[in-house]
């Protein structure tokens, strides 16, 4: 009880900026939260992913191929899906999982730029605060004179804007590494999948060009 006194009791010495500080923290944690169960959801076993769906292209087993992409929940999968579809379709496979791809980034990529706002500028407000609370501060001259300890505690609460500032982006920025090591992860998985699938639906258009030559 007292230590949630105590932040109160800092978080009123901060000043109005504060309040903005509060909310930028507020945007991070909301975000982080939506961006964890949207890469959590987006997620899948590659290993045992591509092994299955490997076999069963390599045994021609197209309709199964595609049956595994359905059941199988994740970025990747439904990715894969897009390819076989586009192959069954007689489509550029490779054109179709470029754009399913690019499109898949992007969605990954919401709401990362408002995290690299907010690294940039919850600085600048708390320095904004310090800034402010220190005016107030050397104001106490013309009520004051004579009193160099009303300075100083009068700086000291206005560093505290500065330090909660320091905390957000921190925070802020923490979470954006998080993300973007998570994001590079997944677009590297897009590209292994795309690469595979490319390659083998190649190699079956081939072989099946060639019987029907022979034929």
């Known amino acids: 009880m007292e230590l949630l006194l105590q932040c109160i009791s800092l978080f009123h010495k901060g000043g109005p900026v504060m309040i903005l500080l509060a909310f930028c923290s507020l945007i991070v944690v909301t975000i982080a939260a939506e961006r964890f169960l949207y890469y959590r959801n987006g997620a899948v076993n590659m290993e045992v992913f591509i092994e299955k769906l490997q076999q069963l292209l390599e045994r ?72 402010i609370g220190m005016i107030n501060s050397f104001s106490v001259f013309n009520v004051q004179s004579g009193q160099p300890m ?40 897009m590209e292994q999948i795309s690469a595979l699938l490319v390659i083998r ?3 079956k258009k081939l072989v099946r060009r060639e019987n029907h030559e022979i034929a």
Do not use: W
């Open 150 to 189: 009303a300075i100083t505690g009068g700086v000291g609460e206005a560093l505290v804007a500065t330090a909660a500032g320091l905390i957000v982006a921190v925070m802020a920025l923490t979470i954006h590494v998080y993300f973007s090591h998570r994001l590079d992860k997944l677009i590297t998985d």
């Open 201 to 203: 639906l190649a190699k």
């Open 60 to 131: 021609q087993r197209m309709n199964e191929a595609l049956q595994l992409c359905e059941q199988t929940s994740g970025i990747v999968a439904k990715l894969a899906l897009q390819g076989l579809q586009a192959a069954q379709r007689e489509e550029d496979v490779e054109n179709t999982m470029t754009a399913g791809a690019m499109l898949a980034a992007a969605r990954l990529r919401e709401n990362m730029r408002y995290l690299s706002a907010i690294v940039t500028m919850a600085p600048l407000l708390g320095l904004l605060g310090t800034v």
